[in-house]
């Protein structure tokens, strides 16, 4: 039996891959694949060769799912919410009742950027007196020398 005789029988036959026929035979794949196309029965081949696979990983998905067991997240929503609200309420309640300009900019979504990088009100939206138009941003952090470097303060 010659070379390409028992490429054929192992490939129609044996159904092995290409790979493993070339380990067997002690040539290179790509010869392999080059007698493997070239024999009339290899549109067939391919053809139920793709649905068997097709079958097996149908049924290998079935039975992968049936025990695949999800690990669970923690769901920490509650205590996200719950964190919120708090930071909120202090935000929001001063001795005096009153609420400074940043925190009413970040609490509402009223406020967009302008050209000079202030915050400010759509003119189309009717707003109370006590509302703020525009909030400056472009406040200049105080600085203090401390030992020969520069300290943000807060």
């Given at each position: 039996?010659?070379?390409?005789?028992?490429?054929?029988?192992?490939?129609?036959?044996?159904?092995?891959?290409?790979?493993?026929?070339?380990?067997?035979?002690?040539?290179?794949?790509?010869?392999?694949?080059?007698?493997?196309?070239?024999?009339?029965?290899?549109?067939?081949?391919?053809?139920?060769?793709?649905?068997?696979?097709?079958?097996?990983?149908?049924?290998?998905?079935?039975?992968?799912?049936?025990?695949?067991?999800?690990?669970?997240?923690?769901?920490?929503?509650?205590?996200?919410?719950?964190?919120?609200?708090?930071?909120?309420?202090?935000?929001?309640?001063?001795?005096?009742?009153?609420m400074s300009d940043y925190a009413l900019a970040k609490?509402?979504?009223?406020?967009?950027?302008?050209?000079?990088?202030?915050?400010?009100?759509?003119?189309?939206?009717?707003?109370?007196?006590?509302?703020?138009?525009?909030?400056?941003?472009n406040i200049k952090v105080p600085i203090q020398k401390?030992?020969?470097?520069?300290?943000?303060?807060?």
């Open positions: 039996m010659n070379t390409r005789e028992q490429i054929l029988d192992l490939y129609y036959n044996e159904h092995l891959k290409q790979n493993e026929i070339a380990k067997v035979v002690g040539k290179s794949c790509p010869y392999v694949s080059k007698v493997v196309k070239a024999d009339k029965r290899n549109k067939e081949e391919k053809e139920s060769r793709k649905k068997t696979n097709a079958e097996n990983r149908k049924v290998y998905l079935q039975e992968y799912f049936k025990t695949y067991d999800r690990p669970k997240k923690d769901d920490n929503s509650y205590e996200q919410m719950l964190a919120q609200q708090k930071q909120d309420a202090m935000e929001l309640s001063y001795n005096n009742n009153t609490w509402s979504s009223i406020y967009h950027t302008n050209s000079k990088g202030n915050l400010s009100i759509d003119r189309k939206l009717n707003v109370g007196a006590d509302i703020p138009k525009t909030i400056n941003m401390c030992k020969n470097r520069y300290v943000y303060s807060y």
